[in-house]
């Protein structure tokens, strides 16, 4: 996988001067699976805790969580995309993110009105928008896997297909116990550093 606009150093340059929490001030985030992911997640400033002391690891992501992290990821880029969901509060914090969101073709609300931003995300939902926004971004989104080597490849819904064949391809998402890829299954917080952490790694931008 390659990204086009910009180079590794410029964007551990740019996650650098991001100002996250210390990973040690959670106390939930040893011992799991996914520490190492989170543990960037949280410095890097891709991820916030739940809490002060509390990050939450397999709590459900959401929809709010997962657009600010890709948003945080891209550069915080400005954004003044005039919103008409009833739901998203000026004051609030992810208020920007959606606004780059939406204006990017990463995320849409359920309406005109309604965005929905603490509903939990599924596994296809979160695929579609990571290669909605490695897409969007000069990403080389073209390699494919076949959903068919897991048990239930074929209950991907069709709009998110293409999303999964690329993300489990690159190793974003990979399968559960017994071969299961389980498409509607929801995404937890640890899944979301994860694949995050996945898929900076597979473009080479992590430092090592």
């Keep these: ?3 086009h606009r910009y180079t590794a150093a410029a964007v551990m340059l740019s996650l650098s001067m991001l100002t996250g929490a210390a990973a040690a001030d959670y106390s939930d985030l040893k011992p799991h699976w996914a520490e190492q992911a989170m543990e960037f997640a949280v410095q890097s400033n891709l991820m916030d ?15 709010a969580c997962l657009v600010q992290a890709l948003y945080r990821m891209e550069h915080a880029p400005a954004a003044d995309t005039v919103l008409t969901f009833q739901d998203v509060a000026e004051d609030a914090s992810f208020l920007t993110a959606v606004q780059w969101g939406v204006s990017n073709g990463i995320i849409t609300g359920y309406s005109d009105t309604v965005f929905r931003p603490g509903t939990s995300l599924t596994r296809e939902q979160f695929a579609v928008m990571l290669y909605r926004c490695a897409k969007a971004g000069g990403w080389d989104v073209d390699a494919a896997a076949e959903l068919t080597a897991f048990t239930d490849g074929g209950s991907v819904s069709g709009w998110a ?19 299961r890829l389980d498409p509607q299954g929801q995404a937890t917080r640890a899944e979301v550093a994860q694949m995050l952490f996945a898929l900076l790694d597979a473009a080479n931008l992590l430092q090592g």
């Design 1 to 3: 996988m390659k990204k």
């Design 161 to 179: 297909v293409r999303a999964m064949e690329w993300a489990c391809a690159e190793k974003l998402i990979t399968g559960k116990d017994g071969g």
């Design 49 to 63: 805790g739940i809490s002060e002391y509390t990050f939450a690891a397999d709590a459900p992501a959401t929809r």
